[in-house]
């Protein structure tokens, strides 16, 4: 009797050792079973991120056509990349600036600054990349895991607050911010993190 094979992707499990903590590990194995990181491959997007993006915007609208947007630790590029499409940046109507500390590769329609957003100077060089002050700001920045859940929180939800106050300095009357954060990491009944976005809409200035 011939059983039928199964549809069922196998899941990729990674050995211990080879100088891995706990926590790389479980992260190499949630990279090489997420179906969203396979797709961004065939897509053409750097990062699986691109597509919670796609999915904000196509609720909330905020990536207009002609806008000029901003994208804190933007590397490797997934929300710029789809905000230049979104803008019209890549056919030269809007405007996107990326930043971060770490290098990126060249986006179409994106102009990068390696650079800290923290250091004083981030500020007025964006606004002179954009030319005006910014319509949108995106932050899907996240700290370096410790793997301690408080500690993390913590560290993610600065990040949030300083780009909060970046957004601040930086956004137009009427503009945009969107940030993630992080819920149930200070939170003793919790057993992980749950992922947050939020939306914040028309800027009083």
């Not at 905020?62 to 000029?68: D, E």
């Not at 630790?73 to 929300?79: F, I, M, S």
């Not at 002179?128 to 993610?156: C, E, F, Q, Y």
Request: some cysteine.
């Amino acid at each position: 009797m011939s059983s039928k094979p199964s549809k069922r992707p196998l899941k990729v499990r990674i050995k211990s050792g080879g100088g891995r903590s706990p926590a790389s590990k479980r992260w190499l194995e949630r990279q090489l079973n997420d179906p969203y990181v396979a797709r961004a491959k065939r897509e053409g997007f750097p990062s699986r991120a691109a597509f919670k993006l796609i999915e904000i915007d196509d609720k909330h609208h905020l990536l207009k056509q002609g806008a000029r947007v901003v994208d804190l630790g933007a590397a490797p590029g997934g929300w710029s990349q789809v905000a230049a499409q979104r803008v019209g940046s890549v056919q030269g109507r809007g405007k996107v600036v990326a930043i971060d500390r770490l290098e990126m590769a060249p986006i179409a329609g994106v102009e990068f600054i390696q650079r800290d957003f923290l250091d004083p100077r981030a500020p007025d060089e964006i606004k002179g990349l954009l030319g005006a002050p910014a319509d949108v700001v995106l932050s899907d920045m996240a700290a370096n895991a410790t793997g301690h859940r408080r500690t993390d929180h913590l560290k993610i939800m600065a990040l949030a607050e300083a780009a909060a106050y970046f957004a601040r300095a930086t956004l137009a009357p009427g503009g945009a911010f969107l940030c993630k954060v992080l819920q149930g990491g200070t939170e003793a009944t919790r057993k992980g993190l749950s992922e947050l976005y939020l939306v914040a809409a028309d800027f009083k200035g």
